[in-house]
Every structure is written in structure tokens, then in C-alpha cells.
């Protein structure tokens, strides 16, 4: 990791893991581009776009919320119905006897 603190070699580096992490993303050389000069309109691209990460075969881990390579978590089913509340009639007050 101390070649990048040699200038050019910083330079290559950074074109060679933009274009990784937009392919990643499905995403071509013409995003890898926007990742360099833009990288403050398409990272938030990748972040909070419709953008998918793209999972290699023989990879541990999936993409999730928690953060990608972290294991999935076991699915459970619950059923979408709402809570049964049970209400109560009241009775209206009795009016005032005279």
C-alpha cells in the first residue's frame, strides 16, 4: 500500500479500482470516468441509486443493508396482516332524570 503515496503510480491505482468497483456495479468504462473526475455526483450514485452490487461466483457473502460480504441473515415469513384491536361499543350517557 505505500505505492500510493508514488504520485503517477496513485493515479493508476485509483483508474484501476474505479473501473473494478463500477463494474461491480454493472455499471462501464464511461462510469469509471465520472468516478474520477465526479466522484462527488456518482458515488452518491452508487450509494443511494438504483445500483446493484454484482456478486462474482465463488464469493462469500452477499450484498446487504449491513454491508456487502457480510453473511445473509436466515429469512422468516410473517404474515403482512394488520393487528386485530378489539373495540368496545360504549353506551351513550343515560340523560338526566328530573
Same mark, same amino acid.
Given at each position: 500500500? %505505500? %505505492? !500510493?503515496?508514488?504520485?503517477?503510480?496513485?493515479? =493508476? &491505482?485509483?483508474?484501476? !479500482?474505479m473501473?473494478?468497483?463500477?463494474?461491480? &456495479?454493472?455499471?462501464?468504462?464511461?462510469?469509471?470516468?465520472?468516478?474520477? &473526475?465526479?466522484?462527488?455526483?456518482? !458515488?452518491?450514485i452508487?450509494?443511494?441509486?438504483?445500483?446493484?452490487? =454484482?456478486?462474482?461466483? #465463488? @464469493?462469500q457473502? +452477499?450484498? *446487504?443493508?449491513?454491508?456487502? #460480504?457480510?453473511?445473509?441473515?436466515?429469512? +422468516?415469513? *410473517?404474515?403482512? *396482516?394488520?393487528?386485530?384491536?378489539?373495540?368496545? @361499543? *360504549?353506551?351513550?350517557?343515560?340523560?338526566?332524570?328530573?
Amino acid at each position: 500500500m %505505500l %505505492l !500510493f503515496c508514488i504520485p503517477i503510480v496513485n493515479f =493508476i &491505482f485509483a483508474i484501476i !479500482f474505479m473501473n473494478r468497483l463500477s463494474k461491480k &456495479f454493472g455499471y462501464e468504462s464511461g462510469f469509471t470516468v465520472g468516478l474520477l &473526475f465526479l466522484p462527488i455526483i456518482f !458515488f452518491p450514485i452508487l450509494a443511494w441509486g438504483d445500483s446493484v452490487y =454484482i456478486k462474482e461466483e #465463488g @464469493q462469500q457473502g +452477499v450484498a *446487504t443493508e449491513a454491508g456487502v #460480504g457480510m453473511p445473509a441473515a436466515p429469512v +422468516v415469513e *410473517t404474515p403482512m *396482516t394488520p393487528p386485530v384491536v378489539e373495540q368496545t @361499543q *360504549t353506551e351513550p350517557p343515560a340523560p338526566p332524570s328530573m
